[in-house]
């Protein structure tokens, strides 16, 4: 991915800055928000596969300020925070993808029974070009995009907010994993598409998106580019995000 070149315009909404990434925890950011704050959330955080599980060397997952190493019931516990409240600032859907690696095993099983009353849907990630796997290894060639709501009809099949026109929206979508990386050496395996797909079709124009872990910024570019305004959390320090939040200046 290419650094962001575009100028974003910022505005104040009920003394928040608007079109910024917060270089902060996402409880922070959250915490400044009201009920109802941001109108759709999508993002995809650490999937807990860092140093114990052979990652050392992979800046994927050793973060300046977090260790993408916890065990599977802390990491399960603090994922329930952060969604908790992202289902409190969030208007209508909260987009999380993850994948069911060795770190976040069993993921779909937590959500599942822990958020059955606010989970919409599960979308699959289907990867037409999955990461080759050693022998004896299952190779994974999926990934999930749990929808969740905070709305009593959560489990109902019709999006009352939805940006859908004719198109029919499947569950699962077919897409290459992008193993580029960005100028930092920063990866992010899905590309664009999948912000794009999801603000696009679950939101309007104008309407305020949400990423609690803004990385390399995909999220801010798709939101900027089909018209909504965003804002973003984002722990690391990490030269990646300093040169991105400048380059929105």
């Given at each position: 991915m290419q650094m962001l070149?575009?100028?974003?315009?910022?505005?104040?909404?009920?003394?928040?800055?608007?079109?910024?990434?917060?270089?902060?925890?996402?409880?922070?950011t959250m915490s400044k928000m009201e009920d109802n704050f941001v109108d759709m959330i999508i993002t995809s955080p650490p999937y807990n596969i860092g140093k114990s599980r052979g990652n050392t060397n992979n800046p994927d997952v050793n973060?300046?300020?977090?260790?993408?190493?916890l065990d599977i019931e802390d990491y399960f516990e603090q994922t329930k925070i952060w969604i908790d409240e992202c289902l409190r600032v969030s208007k209508n859907y909260v987009f999380w993808n993850v994948g069911e690696y060795a770190g976040c095993k069993g993921i779909a099983g937590y959500i599942m029974s822990k958020y059955k009353d606010n989970l919409k849907d599960t979308f699959i990630w289907i990867k037409n070009n999955p990461n080759p796997t050693g022998r004896g290894v299952v190779c994974n060639g999926y990934e999930y995009?749990?929808?969740?709501?905070?709305?009593?009809?959560?489990?109902?099949?019709?999006?009352?907010?939805?940006?859908?026109?004719?198109?029919?929206?499947?569950?699962?979508?077919?897409?290459?994993?992008?193993?580029?990386?960005?100028?930092?050496?920063?990866g992010y395996a899905f590309g664009d598409w999948l912000p794009k797909y999801f603000i696009n079709y679950f939101s309007k124009k104008?309407?305020?998106?949400?990423?609690?872990?803004?990385?390399?910024?995909?999220?801010?570019?798709?939101?900027?580019?089909?018209?909504?305004?965003?804002?973003?959390?984002?722990?690391?320090k990490s030269s990646v995000?300093?040169?991105?939040?400048?380059?929105?200046?």
């Open positions: 070149s575009l100028k974003y315009k910022k505005y104040i909404y009920k003394d928040m800055e608007l079109n910024k990434i917060y270089n902060e925890s996402n409880l922070d973060y300046d300020t977090y260790t993408d190493d995009i749990f929808c969740l709501c905070s709305i009593p009809d959560a489990v109902g099949r019709k999006y009352e907010y939805n940006n859908f026109g004719d198109n029919m929206i499947k569950n699962y979508i077919i897409k290459p994993v992008n193993n580029g990386k960005d100028n930092s050496g920063h104008g309407d305020l998106i949400y990423d609690p872990f803004m990385g390399s910024g995909t999220t801010a570019k798709a939101a900027h580019l089909l018209d909504r305004n965003w804002i973003g959390s984002e722990i690391s995000y300093v040169v991105l939040q400048e380059e929105m200046l």
